[in-house]
């Protein structure tokens, strides 16, 4: 009998020698004439431990990693195709500590499944979500997202549900339902994950939501950094279209819903709602003068509901379980849980889908194990390049929407950057004005100049000119550029300054190195 | 270039006459010149703008806007080194300077034998796995100066 075996296709798996690795197990195979199937999965967060091959025993997965192709012949030797012993074996999978603990909602089945088989998908609970969805009514559907407490994931948490009740509520014939895909945080990799990993709870989402509104067409709009994400998304549409989830007749309940990816092209801007809708019209990603909401007036003028992919995605399960169950996760106005991703100068990186409420510290050193340098953990920047850095006795924050804009920080999409103590915090303010300066789209004045003359007057501060007077002189622009900009990027690109300049102080002093 | 010009104007005009119907199409226009093209020739711009009734100043606004749209021919191998803060966090400046000399050019330029461009890029999305490096749509995580000289070593052989 065939042995499956899992060796991720995922872009970050990949980056370490998933695809040698796979290759090397192909040719051994061939040589000892050893029955393999291989699977190429999405990863399964643990990017310490990537690649992370995968055998299916009676007892399970069993996990070995990281595996280089170097170790292909030695595992075969070993018998890893019955589970065998050798030095990177790590147990069955889901026994592994850094698993055991997590609620695995939303990524249920990224890293389990094959991501382009929607047999592989239906056998592991997907369509049930839109099979439930297809008995009830689109006021029910809204309902169900409203009463579950999902905020929107992309980073300002809009309660979902009241945005879905706006575009249901709207009387005209076209409406269009849009996936922001457009990560550009760093320290943001969950989406990414989700796309290559399940893309088909994506979709199934994402029609869920237009069965929910009456809106036919789809778009994801998909960053151009992300080509693995892509084809996967594109072999997912055609899988979900042949097997008539998407298309004229939507599992066989006359209602229509397509779907199509669209490609950005490298703006970080076209993350924000409205200058995104401007790029999938195929215009320069200028933001929009709201109101009108996208809601009521969005994609070429009409009710358009722009969802992040996390978002969507969650949806299936929701449906599925039902809205209280998703609400029984998670702490206050936080409800359900939340993909958190592990980035920058850390020993164990990855993502750690957890209820709402975890601390810093805990994810940190818990599930992180503090830098991968070895040394202290000076500061952290959460929620992406607008997000503020927190300094180390602040680590017992809580991990949710409230507590952390409680300390003036910002959850974003839930990604967190650690830095050691070496980090230079005049240096990363300096970085923090101009990736906004690339960045700005460049309609609004506090943006388009500010952030300019931001890095001007940093780098003055970093040689040593003028110190006081051009960081009280930074501190005003801050504030111009908070209070002045149109939208977010222009508006929250001083947190990170900031804050660096309230925790890191001695960093804009004594310059003269 | 005046040889060139007449296929690639040919290319432009299929491209724009395959896409026009689709809704808001220019960006996917761009995308379909540069991946056949390596790049959008200035030539590109009025073809698209006659094709889609816009004007040049529209078409030229929006190739401007986005990085990723190239206006010139780019290397053989594009090579693209994440500087976003995950990757400086684990020691992407000193990585990206490291790039800067081994190839001779900084980021934006192409090396004089045309094997390579350099580019920055913010997030690859491989933020476990930083510093990460792009070249030609494959993704490269914790890179090292030395791992990085393998890899260039490895797009010579191929150029």
């Known amino acids: 009998m065939s042995t499956v075996v899992y060796v991720p296709g995922d872009a970050g798996a990949l980056s370490l020698g998933a695809g040698e690795v796979a290759q090397a197990i192909l040719t051994e195979a061939k040589r000892l004439a050893a029955d393999v199937t291989l699977v190429r999965n999405g990863s399964r967060g643990a990017y310490w431990l990537e690649p992370l091959v995968e055998v299916t025993t009676p007892a399970g997965r069993m996990a070995y990693g990281p595996v280089s192709a170097a170790d292909v012949p030695g595992l075969f030797a070993a018998g890893f195709l019955r589970g065998g012993a050798h030095a990177l074996a790590l147990g069955v999978t889901d026994s592994i500590d850094w698993f055991k603990g997590q609620q695995r909602l939303t990524f249920e089945r990224v890293g389990v499944v094959d991501p382009g088989s929607v047999a592989d998908y239906v056998k592991h609970g997907g369509y049930r979500g839109l099979t439930r969805a297809l008995a009830l009514t689109g006021a029910d559907i809204v309902q169900a997202i409203t009463a579950s407490g999902l905020r929107g994931r992309g980073g300002a948490a809009f309660p979902t549900g009241i945005k879905w009740k706006t575009v249901l509520d709207q009387r005209t014939a076209q409406k269009y339902i849009t996936c922001n895909a457009d990560e550009g945080d760093s320290g943001t990799f969950a989406d990414r994950m989700l796309m290559e990993g399940d893309p088909l709870s994506l979709i199934e989402g994402m029609t869920i939501a237009g069965i929910a509104v009456g809106a036919t067409q789809g778009y994801i709009y998909l960053r151009a950094e992300y080509p693995h994400a892509l084809r996967a998304l594109r072999t997912a549409i055609a899988a979900a279209t042949q097997a008539r989830y998407l298309g004229n007749d939507v599992a066989g309940s006359g209602r229509r819903f397509d779907l199509e990816v669209r490609l950005g092209a490298g703006a970080y801007i076209c993350g924000e709602e409205t200058s995104m809708l401007e790029s999938l019209e195929g215009k320069r990603g200028e933001v929009r003068v709201r109101p009108p909401l996208p809601a009521i007036k969005g994609l070429f003028g009409q009710p358009t509901i722009v969802n992040n992919v996390i978002t969507l995605a969650s949806v299936p399960w929701i449906l599925e379980h039902g809205a209280e169950a998703y609400a029984n996760f998670g702490t206050g106005k936080s409800r359900g849980t939340l993909p958190i991703q592990l980035a920058g100068n850390i020993r164990r990186g990855g993502l750690i889908e957890r209820s709402f409420g975890l601390s810093l510290r805990e994810l940190l050193y818990d599930y992180g194990g503090g830098t991968a340098t070895g040394r202290p953990i000076r500061t952290v920047q959460v929620g992406g390049p607008l997000g503020a850095y927190i300094p180390a006795s602040q680590f017992d924050t809580a991990v949710d929407y409230e507590a952390l804009s409680g300390i003036g920080a910002l959850l974003g999409h839930g990604g967190i950057v650690v830095f050691d103590d070496s980090v230079d915090m005049a240096r990363m303010a300096r970085y923090a004005m101009e990736f906004c300066a690339i960045e700005s789209c460049g309609k609004c004045t506090p943006c388009r100049i500010g952030s300019t003359r931001g890095v001007e007057v940093i780098e003055r501060i970093i040689q040593g000119i003028d110190a006081e007077r051009n960081v009280q002189l930074l501190e005003e622009l801050c504030d111009t550029m908070v209070q002045g900009s149109l939208c977010g990027l222009g508006g929250m690109a001083p947190f990170p300054v900031q804050s660096a300049l309230k925790y890191f102080r001695e960093d804009f002093r004594a310059r003269a190195k | ?159």
Do not use: W
């Not at chain 2, 724009?16 to 991946?35: F, K, N, S």
């Not at chain 2, 090292?144 to 052989?157: H, S, V």
């Open chain 2, 1 to 159: 270039m005046q040889t060139r010009s007449v296929p690639e104007t040919d290319i432009v005009k299929r491209i724009v006459a395959e896409h026009r119907a689709r809704p808001g199409p220019l960006l996917e226009i761009l995308h379909a010149i540069q991946d056949e093209l390596g790049y959008i020739p200035g030539g590109a711009v009025p073809v698209v703008a006659e094709g889609l009734n816009l004007s040049r100043a529209e078409v030229h606004g929006v190739v401007t806007f986005y990085h990723h749209f190239r206006r010139s021919r780019p290397g053989t191998h594009t090579v693209q080194v994440c500087q976003a803060e995950s990757c400086q966090a684990t020691g992407a400046e000193a990585l990206a300077a490291h790039a800067r000399a081994r190839l001779g050019i900084d980021f934006h330029e192409t090396t004089a034998n045309g094997h390579f461009s350099l580019e920055p890029i913010y997030c690859l999305g491989n933020c476990a796995c930083s510093p990460a490096v792009m070249i030609d749509g494959q993704l490269h995580g914790r890179v090292t100066p030395e791992r990085f000289d393998a890899l260039i070593a490895a797009g010579e052989k191929t150029t």
